[in-house]
């Protein structure tokens, strides 16, 4: 039997219970109790009766120095961080948002500079952009940054460096980060990275 079934089992077994104390006791607090477990037992089985859908962290993006030999090819690996391990997507837009909870990072890289966007990524509290999206004074954003390069996110500094790389690239502007600053894997970096 299934854990959701034997919760399914309870929760009928609950409000059986309490339908019971309703229609054989009559002292006032027991039938209350009887009430509330039918209650219970009701929302138990209808939250139970929802599919449920496994949460997965997002995909471990593979980074693999030796494939990189452009600017563009760091910009595209970049891409994929921002969509997937670095969550960046999931408070920033790229392009003019209503509902977004942070800034808009559309043409981001031609506005800052590299040093700018790596201290907003690692310390993203050193300064604190406001919404000026409505009437009246700026306020602050609702979300909060993390810092990306510490857990839960832990982007390596290779990664850092190429969310970089795409945030220019998509703004138009030349990548300054270049291919060359990229660090190998050392030998023992690579036996851990094998074993698991």
Known sequence: ?????LLQLIGLLVVALGVAILLFIQARFLRVVGFVMIVLGTFALIALSIPQMASLPPAEEKFDVATIKTSADMAAIGQKIFFSKGQCALCHSIGP????RCPDLKGIGAKLTREFIYESLTQPQA????????EGPPKQYPARMPHINKNPI?????EILSVIAFLQQMSGEPITVSPSEILQPTAAAVALAQAR
């Open 154 to 158: 832990g982007l390596s500094n290779n």
């Open 97 to 100: 948002s209503e509902s977004a």
């Open 1 to 5: 039997m299934s854990e959701v079934a």
């Open 127 to 134: 300064y604190i952009y406001l919404d000026y999206r409505h």
